[in-house]
């Protein structure tokens, strides 16, 4: 009888912890829809703007200057005034951004609502993640966080046929003149319902408790846990306050060290193993295996499905697997896939559907590992008190790290030719599975105060801290 009360509070709990999460991975879903929406849209604006080659990449990579800007204010502010008021300021600024790339005169008018959507990027990428890791129960966290992964690459996916859907709504002409800003302006929909929704979740419990609020934090746990375990909760996270400065200083220290160094690893990783080159540019990509303009294009949109199709397999298994698992077994076969692409292009046998299988093979395995993973881990590795800022700090160098890999892959493409670029990428890939290996915990299962205490047992094993290294 206990038994049956206790599976049917889980159930009720589980219900509404994943109604707020879905709330929450809306802001993924935007984060998609800006990043992949710009595909579509480029080809009639260099048309209508008379832009130059370089005019179009500011076009594409403006975004991403502004999502470094979000990113790094995430921290500090959300810190400040809560994760659910900063988040509903990234819902507003992703409406105007909607309304103003649709309706510029000007380039730079384009190029600076842009760099607004990007700043709402910026912020969503880090706080949406990271409030669905403060309000999941510790054995589903994975998968609840992972969520925003899965909401960024449906993003992406519907982007693609709603794209396709505006500009076959009229000629050529009309594509030039106002086909593109539909396709921007579109984007208000659901930035109008993300903002509403927000309305209805509550603040993360961690952030109330820090503010000295745990009157306001105890009924939000009660409908997470049940009675007993909120208790506990608020017990052991007001214990993890008084352990903790919150100083950026203190991730310099002994133990939160390693946490520094593997969130960054992992952002940075993520992005140079070249996902974004392969998501932004796979039209040339296909090109230079001999496929035409269509076929490259029907191929874009089968790498785009295989990328949701694996990142709902990652949801499935994050949690039953873990997440070192995902990680190793992604990352290997990452490696593996480039390396044989590289070889194709380099013998010359990169025609047929040779390439365009192991580029599905590649992106599967980044969907299934290093795509939802790494935001997962970013999210619930870092103590209570620093959770903001060192987030903002890993998702920050994350954006700067795909500004880096979308800015050098044409150059590199047509310089050093696309075997040695799949190549550099596969490097890259195996460096990321010797790092996991090496480095980065399992983190399954565990609550975030438990995986806080992962770095604290390492801090006081560790002979040479003074201390001093505890008022960092």
């Known amino acids: 009888m206990e038994a049956a009360v206790s599976n049917k509070n889980e159930q009720v709990s589980m219900k509404f912890v994943t109604l707020v999460s879905m709330v929450s991975a809306l802001g993924g879903l935007l984060f998609g829809f800006d990043t992949a929406v710009v595909s579509g849209a ?40 809560g994760r659910k008021r900063v988040l509903i300021a990234a819902a507003i600024l992703f409406i105007i951004s909607s309304i103003g790339t649709a309706i510029p005169e000007t380039f730079s008018g384009f190029v600076i609502a842009r760099m607004i959507g990007g700043i709402g990027i910026g912020i969503t990428s880090t706080l949406c993640p990271l409030y669905n ?10 998968r609840l966080v992972a969520l925003n992964q899965l909401a960024i690459v449906s993003g992406i ?7 396709l859907w505006i500009s076959g709504a009229g000629d050529e002409a009309w594509g030039i003149a106002s086909a593109w800003r539909w396709m921007f302006g579109v984007g208000a929909i659901p930035g109008i319902l993300f903002l509403f929704l927000l309305i209805f979740v509550p603040e993360s419990p961690r952030w109330l408790i820090k503010q000295g609020r745990p009157a306001e934090a105890l009924p939000i746990l009660l409908r997470i846990h049940g009675e007993e375990l909120a208790k506990k909760e608020v017990v052991d996270i007001k214990h993890s306050f008084e352990q903790e400065s919150g100083s950026i200083r203190q991730l310099l ?16 990783l993520q992005q140079i193993t070249g996902i974004n080159a392969v998501m932004y540019y796979a039209p040339e990509i296909f090109k230079e295996t001999g496929a035409g303009t269509n076929a490259s294009l029907v191929q874009t949109i089968l790498v785009g499905f295989i990328n949701f199709l694996f990142t709902i397999v990652a949801l499935w298994l994050i949690d039953k697997v873990g997440r070192k698992a995902l990680l190793l077994a992604g990352s290997a076969l990452m490696a593996i896939s480039l390396l044989v692409i590289g070889i ?36 619930e590795i870092f103590p209570n008190r620093i959770r903001g800022k060192a987030t903002a700090i890993a998702a920050m160098m994350l954006w700067a790290a795909d500004y880096v890999v979308s800015q050098s892959f044409p150059p590199l493409l047509s310089s050093a030719g696309p075997a040695a670029t799949f190549w550099i990428y596969g490097s890259m890939a195996v460096l990321a599975f010797f790092f996991t290996w090496r480095v980065v915990p399992e983190t399954k299962g565990k609550s975030l105060e438990e995986i806080e205490s992962l770095w604290t047992s390492k801090k006081q094993a560790d002979p040479k801290l003074s201390p001093q290294a505890d008022a960092l």
């Open 344 to 379: 194709a292009f380099q013998s010359g046998h990169a025609s047929g559907p040779f390439v365009l299988i192991f580029i599905l093979i590649y992106v599967a395995s980044f969907a299934i590992s290093l795509g939802p993973v790494v935001w997962v881990i970013m999210s």
């Open 133 to 142: 890791a403060e309000i999941a129960p510790a054995k589903y966290r994975g």
């Open 157 to 163: 996916f519907l982007t693609y046929f709603v794209n």
């Open 42 to 81: 480029i080809g009639f604006m260099e048309q209508h703007f008379d832009l130059s080659k370089l005019q179009v990449g500011w076009a594409v990579s403006s975004l991403i200057i502004g999502c470094i800007i979000g990113a790094a204010m995430s921290g500090l502010l959300s810190d400040r005034f």
């Open 253 to 268: 220290g002994p133990g939160l060290r390693i946490a520094l160094i593997v969130g960054v690893g992992l952002a940075i």
